[in-house]
């Protein structure tokens, strides 16, 4: 990746050099912008949104370098052999290097996100707690991630200097969402414009405060929309069927056994149609998710969880010790990949 050079970017590393000095407009808008997209992207593949955010900072001279306003590039990842997509070309450590151009920031995002969990010399990161950034900053650097020595100091200045790592922990559940209204005359209500905390009423404690903090929830997860055909989840066949169809016509239309389409699924035998709209496999799903854990949401049940992460509900119960009759808390943590240090907190029964 690229070694960052230019008065901008050295100018955005002084200003983060003490928690005293004062901060970046630059950085704090980036922040603002994309931290939303972070918190979504780590609880889709388990990259820690402090991280995430820090790269972005570091990668596009908080949003403004020449590669992202061409590219939408926003990790300074290169075309390789694998891409497809559109390209730039962009001098890096050599003149006119290939990088991969996308549509929106979101795409860069994603990508990245992809990127790193799919490429096996990072899979040992994704072994770090998720709030370890020290670990995460340098094992990037030792990975070959970027060519510049003071990468991992660099990212780690910007994750203490902008109290990044709180984004990780709000992905995790782990802290309460803080908002702060920096309004001299703020009304009673005011909505998050937040693409995380969409939907959330802010609740101030007085109308005349300087500054009014509040703490409010995570709303429930929007629906997510499937495509009409065949598509796959962590690299597994899988449509999206409505409730009442019979799940012989999905045997015969993909061509897989009625009985198969049971097993995969974990369907009771004799089940003829679909009681709700769900997730169908077509092949036996994994014993390891994609992603590295899973955040449970309001309304969400371990099978439910199991299907929206293409794992066997077996792996799902054995990783986190848990069994069919439970129903862990909203905000806990499920592992998918490895087994958790103990059960997750369950909801209260009603």
């Not at 603002?32 to 949104?49: F, H, I, S």
């Not at 209500?189 to 101030?204: D, M």
């Not at 709700?276 to 969880?305: C, F, M, S, W």
Request: glycine residues 6%; aromatic residues 10%; contains cysteine.
């Amino acid at each position: 990746m690229k070694l960052v050079k230019g008065l901008f970017v050295l100018m955005l590393f002084v200003a983060t050099t003490g928690r005293a000095q004062q901060q970046s407009p630059a950085v704090t808008a980036y922040i603002d912008q994309y931290k939303g997209l972070a918190m979504e992207e780590m609880q889709r593949t388990g990259v820690p949104a402090s991280i995430k955010l820090a790269q972005g900072i570091l990668e596009t001279e908080a949003g403004q370098s020449d590669l992202v306003m061409r590219s939408n590039n926003h990790f300074g990842i290169k075309c390789k052999t694998s891409w497809t997509g559109e390209k730039v070309y962009h001098d890096d450590d050599a003149q006119g290097e290939c990088f991969r151009k996308y549509a929106s920031a979101e795409d860069s995002w994603m990508d990245h996100s992809n990127y790193l969990k799919m490429t096996s010399r990072y899979a040992f990161l994704f072994r770090l707690e998720p709030t370890d950034y020290k670990g995460w900053a340098y094992g990037l650097k030792s990975a070959g991630y970027a060519t510049n020595p003071k990468y991992p100091q660099i990212l780690i200045k910007y994750i203490e200097q902008y109290n990044l790592n709180d984004y990780s922990l709000i992905a995790l559940g782990r802290k309460p969402v803080h908002i702060d209204i920096a309004s001299a005359k703020a009304p009673s209500t005011t909505k998050s414009n937040s693409p995380f905390l969409e939907g959330i009423t802010v609740q101030t404690s007085s109308p005349d405060s300087a500054t009014v903090v509040a703490v409010v929830e995570k709303p429930e997860t929007p629906a997510v929309t499937y495509p009409d055909e065949e598509f796959t989840i962590n690299n597994t066949r899988v449509v999206y069927a409505k409730a009442g169809t019979p799940i012989l016509s999905i045997a015969q239309k993909y061509n897989v056994k009625f009985s198969w389409i049971l097993d995969f699924n974990e369907i009771k035998d004799g089940t003829e149609q679909l009681s709700t709209d769900q997730l169908i496999y077509l092949q036996r799903k994994r014993k390891q998710g994609l992603n590295a854990y899973h955040i449970v949401q309001p309304g969400e049940d371990l099978y439910t969880i199991s299907q929206k992460e293409g794992l066997r509900l077996e792996s799902l119960l054995n990783y986190n010790q848990l069994s069919m009759d439970m129903k862990p808390a909203p905000g806990e943590k499920l592992y998918l990949q490895q087994n958790g240090p103990a059960r997750p907190r369950l909801a209260l029964a009603h």
